[in-house]
């Protein structure tokens, strides 16, 4: 019998371990509101204790209100956050939406203290269980039932029951088997001082599975932060596979150097080594229309520097061809959709045409002609690789009135034919802030006429060319990145490029 009551007591005191409670601390109107209902409340519960109720023995309904049992309290919890500024934007989402959001704050096992997003105050389970149902379709964010005064997770009343009976007995059953293993069960005073040693032990390696298991959830990353990540990896892969917050700014620097070269013969005997470098200085910005569909415009500022042979050289600097583009993402993503985003563009010639120099004196530094995009563009998270592709088609008008001399004659229109591309790379995090990047581009032009006044119409041959592009992302900051890119020809040019960018995005 003294056996028996040893060990319910120990069992006791290993189940009934509790966790200390944290504070709730959210946006300033909730903080008010909540300060005046816990006074209330406070009135309340004094009056009742000076004051018994006559309804005081009949049972208590489900439905009750939400002060009256705080240990049966339950909030819905939208993600935990180690910075009050990530948590301070979860609220603001939710706030846009029309919840009315507040942030509880708790201290974990390693003193550091966890900001949790929450909506509600719920007196059972059940009721927090149906509030999430309806909240499923509309918050983005998977949801979590929490116990409204600390930051345990909650469970249903009855699997925690159920969990805490199955654990209970699964103890008890290997403790009695060691016992009766060792032959300790005659209720010998040796007997009962090896069970507590066991229990003791026990009960440690408990705490220490305690311990392990929220070092383990504090360290593993959180949805928020994963999807902040794989955004990095494909902002380093190219601007047409992200798009920007609805009411968010982004402001892109790029810079980017191109090498070519090539042999031309001179004088029908002559080969001379032909070089260009090129040099451009991007301005991009992005305004977050909605969620899924983005405006965006760029213009670059460009520097060309020609040498042929070791005598003759060239240079010019101008602006090259403005930009207006949009991406729209119709199809929201999923762990099992990927992402899919439609992005088109509009070119408009501004720096120096090619069609109105003086060719073989003068340099030129846009396209000399308007043209349209259209692409479309997918990526998806295979852990812990994230891939993705693109097709993409360009129309470019027709340039008309040109009345430029050539050695050829008077060239008076040029009729461009279409271009086609296509891509596929991947991305890897190696770790939070630093992620590697491949791909590989294809691009497929049809020919292009050449119409002159006083000369036959000539006409260009197709091309094609393949490069491949080996880049680095790292994090600045939360806003704020640094990409890195290379590009080499796959097919047979001497000629390969480098690019730079940092793209920052503001909040409005």
């Not at 070092?215 to 999807?227: C, G, I, S, W, Y």
């Not at 213009?299 to 991406?327: A, C, K, M, Q």
């Not at 090619?354 to 060719?359: A, K, L, S």
Request: net charge negative; glycine share 8%; charged share 25%.
């Amino acid at each position: 019998m003294r056996k028996l009551v040893i060990m319910l007591f120990c069992f006791g005191s290993i189940t009934g371990m509790t966790i200390n409670p944290g504070f709730c601390q959210s946006i300033e109107d909730i903080l008010k509101s909540s300060s005046i209902e816990d006074s209330e409340t406070e009135d309340s519960q004094s009056k009742d204790q000076q004051e018994p109720s006559e309804e005081e023995g009949k049972d208590q309904q489900p439905d009750q209100p939400a002060h009256v049992s705080p240990e049966n309290q339950f909030a819905i919890q939208f993600g935990t956050f180690k910075s009050q500024g990530a948590a301070d934007e979860q609220v603001i989402e939710l706030k846009t939406k029309g919840y009315d959001p507040y942030i509880f704050q708790g201290v974990n096992a390693q003193g550091q203290t966890i900001h949790a997003v929450r909506i509600g105050e719920f007196s059972s389970y059940q009721n927090a269980a149906e509030k999430l149902d309806e909240l499923k379709d509309s918050v983005d964010t998977p949801g979590l039932i929490a116990r409204y005064d600390s930051l345990e997770i909650a469970e249903s009343k009855e699997r925690a029951e159920e969990a805490a009976q199955m654990a209970q007995k699964s103890e008890t059953q290997k403790i009695l088997e060691a016992e009766r293993k060792k032959g300790r069960t005659d209720g010998s005073a040796g007997g009962e001082e090896g069970l507590l040693e066991r229990i003791d032990r026990l009960e440690s390696e408990l705490n220490q599975l305690k311990e392990a298991e929220k070092v383990r959830d504090d360290l593993q990353m959180t949805e928020e932060e994963a999807k902040e990540e794989q955004e990095d990896i494909l902002e380093a892969a190219g601007r047409e596979y992200t798009l920007t917050g609805e009411g968010n700014i982004r402001f892109s620097y790029g810079f980017g150097y191109t090498y070519s070269e090539y042999n031309a013969i001179k004088e029908s005997v002559r080969v001379e080594d032909v070089a260009n470098h090129t040099i451009r200085n991007s301005f991009n910005v992005s305004y977050g229309l909605k969620d899924n569909f983005t405006l965006g415009t760029g213009i670059p500022f460009v520097y060309r520097y020609h040498r042929v042979g070791t005598v003759d050289s060239e240079e010019v600097t101008d602006l090259g061809d403005l930009s207006i583009n949009w991406r729209y993402q119709p199809v929201k993503s999923s762990r099992d959709l990927p992402t899919i985003i439609v992005n088109g563009g509009f070119n408009v010639p501004v720096g120096r045409s090619p069609y109105e120099i003086d060719p073989g004196v003068e340099l030129s530094t846009s396209s000399g002609m308007y043209s349209s995009n259209l692409g479309v563009s997918v990526s998806q998270v295979t852990d812990p690789v994230v891939v993705f592709s693109s097709l993409s088609a360009t129309y470019r008008f027709p340039v008309e009135d040109i009345n430029q001399k050539r050695n050829e004659g008077i060239l008076d229109e040029v009729d461009p034919g279409m271009g086609f591309g296509i891509g596929a790379g991947m991305g890897y995090a190696l770790s939070y802030k630093l992620n590697l990047n491949m791909s590989i581009n294809y691009s497929y032009s049809f020919e292009t006429e050449y119409k002159y006044k006083n000369a036959a119409v000539a006409e260009s041959g197709t091309s094609a060319s393949a490069s491949m592009s080996l880049g680095v992302g790292y994090r600045l900051s939360r806003t704020q990145n640094l990409n890195f890119s290379f590009g080499i020809p796959i097919t047979n040019t001497g000629s390969f490029s480098f690019s730079l960018s940092t793209p920052i995005e503001f909040e409005l």
